[in-house]
């Protein structure tokens, strides 16, 4: 159980291995999409290939869509890209890198798919296989009174009845899935080949580079989290204290009075109870606060210097009595 939460923890402080997480279950779920769909072809020469090409590149566009959607690259990349550019300024090497990032996650499924339909042959059968000159098969059934083209069309029909004794449908068949498959394996031995070259001549570069892109990058994803999860803290510590004070302003006005030696000081009560939410209230206790905060954050990012540490106003309270003589001040 220990070992379970520690790995939920690590999934949850690290946003690329929740990506790269979430692009292997969808790749998985292309698997059984594909395994579980049932694939007819309609065997007519004007939709064959219409319908082969359809369920091999649209399911793709829709997982590559889903790829994108659920990636986290993407909002920070779409914000880094849109925001102007106030006292910070846009650096183009990141966002090439969380594009590339965010791309190289969401076409895996796609690519998992095509491949899958590729060495699987259906598809390819169906789309070409009136492309397939016959006369270099035996056994075609010319006693139908069918036209050359709609008699190939049928052949990834295999329960017709003009092929119920002939073999020249397997044969093409065969052939057409043979070209199926060598793509297939052609398209992923060179996605091999590109990752390995990748992987060795990236060293050749600046390498220098290569992890100032990447810290930064990481840099904008932790910044807009850390932003999110403070303004989810900040908006409870506010709605808390604005139910306080409306249950407060509802109650009946009570009088106590108490000689002002043994009168409690606000401090201790502060230290008591709401200390710790003024303090993630950092100030902004009002609506017109809360919306310029916002809009600033939007328009203008701070600078990356944490050396220039902002001036943060100190309250000072007064008691003072009914003659307007001050009593004692707490800061």
Not at 227 to 250: G, I, P
Request: a positive charge; hydrophobic letters at 45%; charged letters at 20%.
């Amino acid at each position: 159980m220990d070992r379970l939460k520690l790995v939920l923890q690590y999934f949850q402080s690290n946003s690329e291995s929740i990506s790269n997480g979430i692009c292997i279950i969808l790749s998985l779920i292309s698997v059984k999409l594909y395994t579980s769909f049932d694939f007819n072809c309609p065997c007519l020469p004007q939709y064959n290939k219409m319908y082969a090409m359809g369920v091999m590149f649209v399911p793709p566009i829709i997982l590559l869509l889903l790829g994108v959607l659920v990636n986290r690259h993407t909002g920070v990349l779409m914000e880094e890209w849109v925001r102007p550019l106030g006292k910070r300024a846009k650096n183009p090497a990141v966002v090439k890198f969380l594009l590339s990032s965010m791309m190289q996650r969401a076409l895996l499924a796609p690519m998992v798919w095509i491949l899958m339909t590729l060495l699987d042959g259906k598809c390819f059968i169906c789309a070409f296989s009136m492309n397939v000159d016959p006369k270099y098969f035996t056994g075609i059934p010319n006693s139908t009174g069918l036209e050359l083209v709609k008699i190939m069309a049928k052949v990834p029909c295999k329960e017709d009845v003009i092929f119920r004794n002939s073999s020249f449908r397997k044969a093409v068949s065969r052939y057409v899935r043979c070209y199926s498959q060598a793509i297939g394996w052609s398209i992923l031995l060179f996605l091999i080949f590109l990752g390995a070259v990748a992987r060795v001549i990236k060293p050749c570069f600046n390498h220098a580079t290569f992890l100032q892109t990447r810290y930064w990058s990481n840099y904008l994803d932790m910044e807009q989290k850390l932003f999110d999860e403070t303004c989810v803290l900040h908006a409870r510590d506010f709605a808390r204290k604005s139910v306080l004070q409306f249950f407060e302003n509802m109650r009946e006005n009570v009088t106590v009075r108490m000689p002002l030696s043994s009168a409690p000081r606000y401090s201790t009560v502060q230290n008591e109870f709401g200390e710790e939410e003024e303090e993630r209230l950092h100030g902004i206790t009002r609506q017109d606060q809360v919306d310029h905060l916002l809009q600033t954050w939007y328009e203008c990012k701070p600078e990356l210097d944490v050396t220039k540490m902002a001036y943060k106003p100190k309250a000072c309270i007064t008691w003072e009595d009914h003659s307007g003589r001050p009593l004692f001040s707490d800061v």
